[in-house]
């Protein structure tokens, strides 16, 4: 059973940082491309950033760029994302997620229906 567990949110002043964290179980995601989404109180969820399996294509939602970075780790089956200079725009529920297709080493999806497992989310919350 494929298993996806988001951790590293929190309370945070703006302009501060945070690291996300979302391990995988029962599944390599060696394969396969990851992306992290989030939802906001009364808001739809909303495309943050996602990466290809190979790593060397990534890409972000205008909003973070510049500011937040997503990475992996194959070996350990972890996907991560770096959150600097936060705003309290930012504040949301944030969800790691895992797309299934077989595709190139630069495909990567921005598109939450294409990916088929998500995890439980972590908050984040940014103080002004």
């Known amino acids: 059973q494929t298993r996806l567990v988001e951790s590293g949110g929190g309370l945070v002043q703006a302009g501060g940082s945070l690291r996300l964290s979302c391990q995988v179980s029962g599944r390599a995601i060696s394969s396969f491309a990851m992306g992290w989404f989030r939802q906001a109180p009364e808001k739809e969820r909303e495309f943050v950033a996602s990466?290809?399996?190979?790593?060397?294509?990534?890409n972000y939602a205008d909003s973070v760029k510049g500011r937040f970075t997503i990475s992996r780790d194959n070996a350990k089956n972890m996907l991560y994302l770096q959150l600097n200079s936060l705003k309290p725009e930012d504040t949301a529920v944030y969800y790691c997620?895992?797309?299934?297709?077989?595709?190139?080493?630069?495909?990567?999806?921005?598109?939450?229906?294409?990916?088929?497992?998500w995890g439980q989310g972590t908050p984040v919350t940014v103080s002004s």
């Open positions: 997620a895992l797309d299934l297709t077989y595709d190139g080493p630069t495909y990567a999806s921005t598109v939450a229906n294409e990916y088929e497992y």
């Open positions: 990466i290809s399996w190979s790593g060397r294509a990534t």
